[in-house]
């Protein structure tokens, strides 16, 4: 499955956000970038898999998880979502308690096959499928899995999903569980990358830095780490032109 690309916009766009050193986990948990349409990007660094984008007055939430996973996160404080996007059914980042504080009348809820199954609601997105959910916004759903021998059973091949937004020309990589899949070398001009770092689930430092290399964002978050040294990514990436920027993600 190949990804359209596209000509990546000024590097002064990215001058413009919420610049912070590489490894400064106590920064500012919500970055800003101009799309190419001129509009403002904004992500939030809520916790572990779970963030909220705000692109064009909208709404969009990834892996919300309220109270399931500390720090506790009362999501009837933020606004509703416009739209709600699910990777998998494990229980830190899937949250029905969550999803129903968020859901408004309109919210359109993306998930794969077994959320969906779970859940009862919302659109089922497999791997490869694509949706033009508003003007200027598409959502593709992109393969998620483990690849190390002992490992496979925690992310099976084909159930999961990444995701990829396209929000204005801009392209976010929200890879959910996964480790340095072969299929990262057909997603093609991604602006800003979330990857996952916390082995025996998801990718080792190196993997990471692999997988980054390999889609060569101009912004890394790893996120999703638990207790791994997520630093390690940072440094195994200095000096690729990655900007690597450590958030509370863990």
Known sequence: ??????????????????????????????????????????????????????????????DPVGQGLPPATDYAAFPKADLILVTHEHFDHFDR????????????????????????????????????????????????????????????????????????????YIAGDTEDIPEMANLSGIDIAFLPCNQPYTMTPEQAASAARTLSPKVLFPYHYGATPVRRVADLLDGSGIDVRIRDYQ
């Open 1 to 62: 499955m190949k990804l359209p690309c596209r000509t990546f916009f000024a590097m002064s766009a990215f001058a413009a956000s919420a610049m912070v050193a590489t490894g400064d986990a106590a920064a500012p948990r919500t970055d800003t970038f101009q799309a190419p349409d001129g509009q403002t990007v904004a992500f939030t660094c809520i916790k572990h898999g779970s963030l909220r984008i705000q692109y064009g007055g909208l709404e969009i939430q990834v």
């Open 97 to 172: 308690d969550a999803i129903a504080a968020l859901r408004k009348d309109g919210t359109e809820i993306v998930v794969n096959p077994a959320v969906h199954g779970m859940l009862g609601a919302g659109r089922a997105m497999a791997n490869g499928d694509r949706f033009d959910w508003r003007g200027g916004i598409a959502i593709d759903a992109v393969p998620a899995y483990n690849t190390t021998p002992g490992h496979l059973q925690f992310h099976p091949k084909g159930r999961d999903n990444g995701y990829v937004l396209t929000l204005g020309g801009l392209r976010v």
